[in-house]
């Protein structure tokens, strides 16, 4: 009877560290993959404004999908943080006709 409770606590320790050790492996993996995100769109946010200083002044969304092959939704997003930085300004309120300039 000792043996069995002896084998079910050992059982139910393994358990537990197996999954603590499995955490802290999904935790690292995870912190890798922001800083990677993180350091992407910093490139991406330094390569909008090469092309807007060397190829192109006024760019739009639909420029920034073709040039670095990203979504919509992602070169919006970029473009708005690069507006707060205050490092351009939008042109246009809504739609196609909507461009950004460097400032």
Known sequence: ?????????GL???YWLGRKVGRRGME??????????ATEKKRNKEAI???MEE????????HLEMYLGISDATATRY?????KEGKVRQVGKSGPGV???RI
Not at 1 to 9: K, P, T, V
Not at 56 to 62: A, D, R, V, Y
Request: glycine content about 12%.
């Open 1 to 9: 009877m000792e043996g069995i409770i002896l084998l079910l606590i």
């Open 12 to 14: 139910g320790m393994g």
């Open 28 to 37: 690292e993996e995870k912190v890798g993959l922001i800083e990677k995100q």
């Open 49 to 51: 404004l090469g092309l």
């Open 55 to 62: 190829v192109q002044p006024q760019m739009t969304n639909q």
């Open 79 to 83: 473009m708005d943080e690069l507006e």
């Open 99 to 101: 461009y950004y300039e």
